[in-house]
Nanobody, 124 residues
């Protein structure tokens, strides 16, 4: 089992950058594929980015490709989401999720662990 704690959200202007962090508490962090999802008001939770256990495979949603970058530091049990060129439509609660897997997929199921989320608000 793993507990996830997100941080780094905030209120920023369009065009600014933010770096989200997700720290995992538990064993075998390097055994987990890590992903970020986001949920805007009135919408479903959607996949943003994912990274496999050693960082050599990443996957992005089309609307963040080229602006966001996911990474991880297994020594620190932490995953990151660097968000550049933020837009008002990026406003959402961002959730970190972990699943014991060797592949990266755009979905999640009952095997995923979730953090409580961090709010990102982008104003124009």
């Amino acid at each position: 089992q793993v507990q996830l704690v997100e941080s780094g959200g905030g209120l920023v202007q369009a065009g600014d950058s933010l770096r989200l962090s997700c720290t995992a508490f538990g064993r075998s962090f390097s055994s987990y594929t890590m992903s970020w999802f986001r949920q805007a008001p009135g919408e479903e939770r959607k996949f943003v980015a994912g990274i496999n256990w050693n960082g050599d495979t990443t996957l992005y949603a089309d609307d963040v490709k080229g602006r966001f970058a996911i990474s991880r530091d297994n020594a620190e049990n932490t995953a990151f989401l660097q968000m550049n060129s933020l837009k008002p439509e990026d406003t959402a609660v961002y959730y970190c999720t972990a699943v014991m897997s060797t592949v990266v997929v755009r979905g999640a199921d009952g095997d995923n662990y979730w953090g409580r989320g961090t709010q990102v608000t982008v104003y124009s």
